[in-house]
């Protein structure tokens, strides 16, 4: 049995989505869902769906705890789906080329300190970029800076606002994520 440790802090579609993908597969499991943020609704999705979840702040998140749960769970794959902080090095060191991310742009544009969610919509609309798009990649020490496994772009000639741009970046998100997963762990 494959395991999955899925990160967020907000919403949590693509948790939803990643959820909903594997449920039926009896490979791979989803053994936790960790997020800095009480009042997220992913927290709701997780319960729905009988998944264990971890709370936790930011000094939990630099210091041992987050590690220590996470050296008893021992994942294959640490899945940062929608988790809006940075990842601590000390968990990248435990968990080299495990942990991967899911950035709503096409990097090594609109990446870096500050460039999540709304705001990374917000920059691509305000530069008129004719297309965005997502980037699935491995998480490194450096924010938004890992090594890449996949991109895929969409038009966004047509969007008159970050709403709309991020609807577009979702459905892109949940057409690509699971299948990108599905595949890391069958090659590890
Ligand atoms: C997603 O679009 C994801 O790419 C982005 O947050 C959104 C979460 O949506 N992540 C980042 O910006 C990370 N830098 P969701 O909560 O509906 O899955």
Known sequence: MKKIVLFASGNGSNVENIIQFFKNN??????????????????????????????????????????????????????????????????????????????????????????????????????KEKETGITIHYVNEHYDEGEFIFQKSTNIENCKSPEEIAAKVHELEHQFFPTVIEKLLTNS
């Open 26 to 127: 009896t490979t791979v499991s989803i053994v936790g869902i960790f997020c800095n943020n009480p009042h997220a609704k992913v927290l709701e999705r997780a319960e729905n769906h009988k998944i264990k979840t971890t709370i936790f702040n930011k000094n939990e998140l630099n210091g041992n705890l987050v590690l220590d749960k996470l050296k008893q769970l021992q994942p294959d794959l640490i899945v940062l789906a929608g988790f809006l902080l940075k990842f601590p090095e000390n968990i990248i060191k435990e968990f080299p080329k495990k942990t991967i991310n899911i950035h709503p742009a096409l990097l090594p544009k609109y990446g870096g300190k500050g460039m999540y969610g709304m705001h990374v919509h917000q920059a691509v609309l305000d530069n």
